[in-house]
C-alpha cells in the first residue's frame, strides 16, 4: 500500500518568512494530493490541492508543487502570518478502488510575530 | 448546522463502559468515514461508508463496531476498550468514495476520548 513520509515535524518561522513542507509518497498509481490545514480543537480542512497531470499550483500565498518522478510534493507558504500557526498534513491517492487517503503524520507550523 | 458535526466532543470512559460516537452531515453527501488521530502518528482510517454500505474497514479490533443508518448519520460504538484506544476520532464526508474519482473530504471537529 501506500507510504507517505512528512518532513519536517516542526517547523518554526518568523512572521513575513517563508515555509516549505515536503512529502514523499511510495506508490507510483497515486494521482491525487492534497494538503489540510488543522488548527487547535478542529478537524482538518482543505487548502490545496494537486493533481499528477500539473507539476505547481497557486492560490495566493499557497501553492504546491509535484515531482512525479521523484514522487515528492511540497508545500510552499509565503509571507507567513500568525494565524497559519497549526498542523499542517500532506496526503495521497490514488483513483484505484475507492477514494481513502494516506496521510503523512503533520508538520506543526509556529509562526511568530 | 452545517457542514460536518461530531457529538460529543469529550468522552471519558472506562475500559468496561459502552458507549457510542456520533457524526452528522449536513453537506448531502454520499459518503462517510471515521478515522482515529493520535498524537505523532498519521491519521488512520478506520471505515468508510458509500451509500450506507461500508467498503472498508481497515483490520479495525471488533470492540470498534461502526453503524450507518442513512447517509447522513454515522455512528462509532465502543465497548471494552484499552487504553491505547485513546486518541482524536475523526468523521468525515465527501460527496462519494466510489472508483475512478476524487472527492474532497470535509471533516468534523473531532471526539477527544479517554480511556482509563
Known amino acids: 500500500g501506500e507510504n507517505v513520509e512528512q518532513h519536517p515535524s516542526t517547523l518554526s518561522v518568523q512572521e513575513g518568512d517563508s515555509a516549505v513542507i515536503k512529502c514523499t509518497y511510495s506508490?507510483?498509481?497515486?494521482?491525487?494530493f492534497p494538503w489540510y490545514k488543522q488548527e487547535l480543537g478542529k478537524g482538518p480542512q482543505l487548502i490545496i490541492d494537486?493533481?499528477?497531470?500539473?507539476g505547481e499550483k497557486k492560490d495566493q500565498r499557497i501553492a504546491v508543487t509535484l515531482n512525479k518522478t521523484a514522487k515528492h510534493f511540497s508545500l510552499h507558504i509565503t509571507e507567513t502570518q500568525p494565524e497559519d500557526s497549526a498542523v499542517y498534513f500532506c496526503?495521497?491517492?490514488?483513483?484505484?478502488?475507492?477514494?481513502?487517503?494516506?496521510f503523512g503524520k503533520g508538520t506543526m507550523l509556529l509562526v511568530s510575530p | 448546522e452545517t457542514g460536518v458535526t461530531q457529538t460529543p466532543r469529550h468522552l471519558v470512559m472506562g475500559m468496561t463502559n459502552k458507549k457510542s460516537l456520533k457524526c452528522e452531515q449536513h453537506?448531502?453527501?454520499?459518503?462517510m468515514y471515521w478515522y482515529k488521530q493520535s498524537a505523532k502518528k498519521p491519521l488512520e482510517l478506520m471505515f468508510v461508508?458509500?451509500?450506507?454500505?461500508?467498503?472498508e474497514n481497515n483490520s479495525v479490533p471488533s470492540r470498534f463496531s461502526p453503524e450507518c443508518p442513512n447517509s447522513s448519520h454515522l455512528f462509532l460504538h465502543l465497548h471494552t476498550l484499552q487504553p491505547e484506544d485513546s486518541a482524536l476520532y475523526l468523521c468525515?464526508?465527501?460527496?462519494?468514495?466510489?472508483?475512478?474519482?476524487?472527492?474532497?473530504?470535509?471533516f468534523g471537529p473531532g471526539t477527544r476520548l479517554t480511556v482509563l
Open positions: 468525515a464526508s465527501s460527496q462519494d468514495g466510489t472508483s475512478g474519482s476524487y472527492n474532497e473530504q470535509f
Open positions: 506508490d507510483s498509481a497515486s494521482n491525487y
Open positions: 494537486i493533481r499528477s497531470n500539473v
Open positions: 496526503a495521497a491517492t490514488s483513483n484505484s478502488g475507492y477514494s481513502t487517503l494516506t
Open positions: 453537506l448531502g453527501h454520499n459518503a
Open positions: 461508508y458509500n451509500f450506507k454500505e461500508q467498503t
